[in-house]
C-alpha cells in the first residue's frame, strides 16, 4: 500500500512565506514559496520553529564591530572573521567597511539555504 504525500496548505505556505522573507534575498521569496508548496505538510513544524540569522543584527555587528570580524562570526564564517581582525586593519580598514554590505547579504544567503536545508 503506497502513502500518498499530503502537501504543506496554502496558508501554512503564506504563513512561512510572510515570517521569512525579511531574513532571506528579495530574489529568492518566489523559490521559496515554490519549495513549500511542493514541500510535505509534515515539515511545517520544524520549517516555523527554524532559528535564523536576522540581517539587522547582523549589520549592526558589522557596522560596530566590523572590524574585528564579529559580524563573520554571528553568521558562522570563522574563517572570515578570523582574517579581518588580524589583517583587516592592513587595508586600512577599507576591507571591514565594504564587509558591511556583503555580511548583511551573506546572512540571508545562509537563511535561505539554512530554508532549503529543512524543507528537503
Not at 19 to 45: T, Y
Not at 88 to 102: K, V, Y
Amino acid at each position: 500500500m503506497a502513502t500518498e504525500k499530503v502537501f504543506m496548505s496554502s496558508e501554512k505556505v503564506r504563513a512561512l512565506v510572510e515570517q521569512f522573507q525579511k531574513d532571506i534575498p528579495e530574489n529568492k521569496v518566489l523559490v521559496l514559496r515554490r519549495m513549500l508548496e511542493n514541500a510535505s505538510d509534515d515539515c511545517f513544524e520544524s520549517v516555523s520553529t527554524l532559528k535564523l540569522k536576522n540581517p539587522t543584527t547582523t549589520l549592526l555587528l558589522s557596522i560596530f564591530l566590523g572590524w574585528l570580524g564579529v559580524d563573520r562570526f554571528y553568521i558562522g564564517d570563522v574563517g572570515i572573521g578570523v582574517c579581518k581582525l588580524l589583517f583587516g586593519w592592513l587595508t586600512g580598514f577599507i576591507w571591514p567597511f565594504i564587509d558591511i554590505f556583503c555580511s548583511y547579504k551573506k546572512a540571508k544567503e545562509h537563511n535561505f539555504n539554512k530554508l532549503t536545508t529543512t524543507i528537503f
